[in-house]
């Protein structure tokens, strides 16, 4: 069965979620910017310290190609990953792609309760705005990168989960 990739704004659970996810389906787990991170030896936020945000972007756009083909796996993505036009045509051809998507209010709780630094969220504007803006700039690449749009408001896991994995079902049926 193809991959599942999960996209959306950094915060949104992607990682904690597909983890879980992959758990639930007995798939192999992959988060890219661990990738990145084990392949440069170095965090994210050095990444762009050190070689800025081309680099990273390129790095990722070249471990999503060696990642995307596997089957029986969920792939969490970085929320940029929508910013390269070659990355949004390969998920869609080889994955079944889920826009996780969720109020601004709790994708900044998650980012004030989370250990990772995010470097293009860590200037001296109010958490809020800044996320909003970057939202505003990303929406339509979602949208149109993704299979299904999948809005976490005030719901668990399990009826997140059941709905990926209802839609998944339907998406593979269709697509055989």
């Given amino acids: 069965m193809k991959a599942i990739v999960l996209i959306g704004m950094s915060g949104v659970g992607k990682s904690v979620k597909g983890k879980k996810l992959a758990k639930k389906l007995d798939f192999d787990f992959i988060d ?13 936020e050095d990444i762009f310290i ?3 945000e081309e680099y990273f972007r390129q790095e990722e756009k070249e471990v999503f190609k060696e990642i995307i083909a596997k089957n029986n796996c969920v792939i969490s993505t970085g929320g940029g990953i ?72 005030d719901k668990n896991d399990e009826t997140i989960f059941n709905e990926i994995i209802d839609n998944y079902k339907t998406f593979n049926l269709l697509d055989i």
């Fill in 32 to 44: 890219t910017d661990e990738l990145i991170i084990k392949r440069n030896k170095m965090s994210i």
């Fill in 50 to 52: 050190k070689f800025g």
């Fill in 82 to 153: 929508i910013l390269d036009k070659d990355n949004i045509t390969l998920m869609r051809s080889e994955a079944v792609v889920f826009f996780l998507n969720d109020t601004l209010e709790n994708i900044c709780k998650n980012l004030r309760n989370s250990s990772v630094k995010r470097p293009l969220l860590n200037t001296k504007d109010d958490l809020y705005s800044q996320v909003s803006k970057m939202f505003i700039s990303r929406e339509k690449l979602y949208l149109n990168a993704c299979h299904f749009k999948i809005d976490l408001t």
